[in-house]
């Protein structure tokens, strides 16, 4: 047993296990609503229906339920993810301006994470009004 030498074993690409890695549409839903509230100009995501429900939602004490996903889908397919939102912009800020920024955000985010982005596809839903002074 003296003549025995303790050998550390490396591990190298080549001795790695095989498999496959798949990033769920949630996820992308998630770095896509993180990115697109990154820009400015963007007020909030989502169409009035589901803008409502969260208000509600709000109301009740329940304000972080379905907030993370709000206003996106995604679907992601072969390392490549299509992205659907749906923005409110704030009143004053050009439209063509404010998506551009947001396709721009979250490309970079759902690429950041190993993804292609093949499309970033916006729908601009509402413009948010300053509320007057009080």
Same mark, same amino acid.
């Given at each position: ?11 190298? &690409? ?16 998630? #770095? ?61 800020? &050009? ?24 499309? #970033?596809? #916006? ?12």
């Amino acid at each position: 047993m003296a003549d025995e030498a303790t050998q550390e074993l490396s591990v190298t &690409p080549a001795a790695m296990a095989g498999g496959t890695t798949h990033v769920s549409d949630e996820v992308v839903e998630k #770095i896509a609503v993180a990115a697109a509230k990154s820009v400015p100009g963007v007020a909030e995501l989502g169409g009035d229906v589901a803008r409502f429900f969260n208000a509600v939602l709000d109301r009740v004490g329940l304000d972080q339920v379905g907030d993370a996903r709000r206003g996106c889908s995604a679907h992601v397919s072969n390392g490549a993810a299509v992205v659907n939102l749906v923005l409110v912009i704030a009143a004053g800020h &050009p439209v063509p301006q404010v998506t551009d920024a947001v396709r721009v955000a979250v490309t970079a985010a759902v690429e950041a994470y190993g993804l292609r982005a093949d499309e #970033i596809n #916006i729908r601009v839903d509402d413009v948010a009004m300053e509320a007057p002074p009080a």
